[in-house]
């Protein structure tokens, strides 16, 4: 059994911001692969269904994200999961918008929720880095992530839930390589055979083979005068 979280905030105060990419990529999954309805449990929002061989709980915390861990420790616990077998959807500020890297245990960074989640569960558990970029200002970073996203950002968006939803069941049975391209195959789709350089064009006509030189007559006056007469 695997455990996804995603990390946001409750309501719909929140449903639209940078900060809740997490939900939203969870909500995404959900609703692609048949999971039962949401439900209220652990302090959060909880469903489950199956992702190829494994069976998945999927949980958004509603506890705000500071407080995260504290759901997700009572899940792990009810479960009688470890952290390995726990995978966290979030957003990131030091990667690009459209960029996704997956990471195996490590720092939180200053991330308020994997904050909570290390003081709850420990540093060990695997996360789904999602890239939302940086305001530029660390000052400005609060209401950066509290803001929804543009509309400039909707396709990338777009692009990179559905390759969350694409890439779930990889992700479920521990091949995060695949999963990474399934994100990618819908960010930088390959390009059609429409697109390809078109081939030289092959000549209408073969050209015809040039005449042979004249050879050049080396004659003197005097023979060829004399040549007339014989």
């Not at 939900?23 to 692609?32: E, G, N, S, V």
Request: net charge positive; hydrophobic share 35%.
């Amino acid at each position: 059994m695997k455990l996804f979280v995603g990390l946001g905030n409750p309501g719909p105060k929140y449903a639209g911001n940078r900060h809740n990419i997490g939900f939203m990529a969870l909500d995404r999954i959900a609703k692609d692969h048949g999971f039962a309805p949401w439900r209220g449990k652990f302090q959060g929002a909880v469903t489950e269904g199956r992702l190829g061989r494994e069976k998945v709980i999927l949980l958004k915390p509603e506890t705000f994200m500071n407080l995260s861990g504290q759901s997700v420790g009572e899940a792990m616990r009810f479960y009688k999961l470890t952290p390995d077998d726990i995978t966290v959807f979030h957003d990131e500020l030091d990667l690009a918008p459209g960029k996704c890297r997956v990471k195996q245990a490590g720092g939180h960074a200053g991330h308020n929720g994997l904050r909570s989640l290390h003081a709850h569960i420990g540093p060990d558990y695997a996360r789904v880095r999602l890239g939302i970029g940086h305001p530029g200002n660390k000052n400005a970073v609060s209401s950066y992530v509290l803001r929804d996203f543009a509309k400039a950002d909707q396709d990338w968006l777009e692009d990179v839930l559905r390759g969350c939803s694409d890439g779930a069941v990889d992700l479920a049975e521990g091949d995060s390589g695949k999963f990474m391209n399934a994100i990618g195959r819908r960010v930088n789709p390959p390009r059609s055979s429409a697109t390809q350089p078109k081939p030289e064009p092959t000549p209408s006509a073969t050209p015809a083979p040039e005449k042979p030189a004249t050879p050049e007559d080396t004659r003197s006056p005097l023979q060829k005068l004399m040549d007339k007469f014989t």
